[in-house]
């Protein structure tokens, strides 16, 4: 099924698929321009540092979507498979530092068809320099990309997810290159996620909460 963020991407140079488009909240800083921060990143000095920077911006785009926090709040929630919800859940590991459960749900999402994730996992792989599985990937990303699929909307609150200082602090750390991250009280958020189980392949496996979306948009 083809989602809302899919349906918000483009293809770059490298035939991965990264978001085109996020709403802009107020910067949390005089002289941030949004424009800037989501520019395309510049060429790096290396392959797989080149992707770290490509991910790290993508999935920070993700979280921005205004779709992300009802996303979210389907795969928990939900009866059915949500691909969507585990963009999101992912993305949310990723820039928390989960990067197994990350990969673990992104894998997820692109076996219910979203070819966001599969182009993430690409992406993944490259940063790590383990390139044959990134070209397996791409190429599951392009043939998702190219089968027909029935839109699936997601309705609900189109609340953002994170507070917009914070998605301008993370969009800040890309643009310069720092790694992506969360702040603290928003960090413990993930952190403190039940887990599943001992998986042989990723460990303990990051779980969402019925109350994850509550905790992420409350106000401090």
């Given amino acids: 099924m083809t989602t809302e963020h899919d349906r918000a991407l483009h293809p770059n140079m490298t035939g991965v698929h990264l978001p085109a488009r996020a709403p802009r909240p107020q910067p949390g800083g005089a002289g941030v321009s949004w424009d800037r921060l989501l520019a395309a990143p510049n060429p790096l000095s ?5 992707a770290a ?8 785009l993700v979280l921005a979507m205004p779709s992300a926090a009802a996303s979210l709040a389907l795969l928990v929630d939900g009866e059915q498979i949500h691909p969507e919800g585990a963009l999101v859940l992912g993305a949310l590991l990723y820039v928390a530092g989960h990067r197994d459960g990350a990969q673990f749900w992104w894998q997820f999402a692109a076996g219910g068809g979203s070819y966001t994730s599969a182009s993430f ?11 044959l599985d990134a070209e397996v990937w791409r190429q599951q990303a392009e043939a998702l990309a190219a089968t027909p699929r029935a839109p699936q909307r997601v309705l609900g609150s189109t609340r953002a997810l994170l507070p917009a200082k914070v998605l301008t602090d993370i969009l800040a750390r890309c643009h310069y290159g720092l790694d992506v991250k969360l702040p603290p009280r928003l960090a413990a958020v993930i952190h ?3 887990v599943a189980g001992d998986d042989p ?3 303990e496996l990051p779980q969402p909460s019925a109350t994850l979306v509550r905790d992420l948009t409350r106000e401090p």
């Fill in 46 to 50: 290396s392959d797989h540092r080149q």
């Fill in 53 to 60: 920077h490509e991910l790290d911006l993508a999935a920070s």
């Fill in 121 to 131: 996992l690409s992406l993944l792989h490259r940063s790590l320099g383990e390139f």
């Fill in 192 to 194: 403190q996620l039940p």
């Fill in 201 to 203: 392949e990723y460990g």
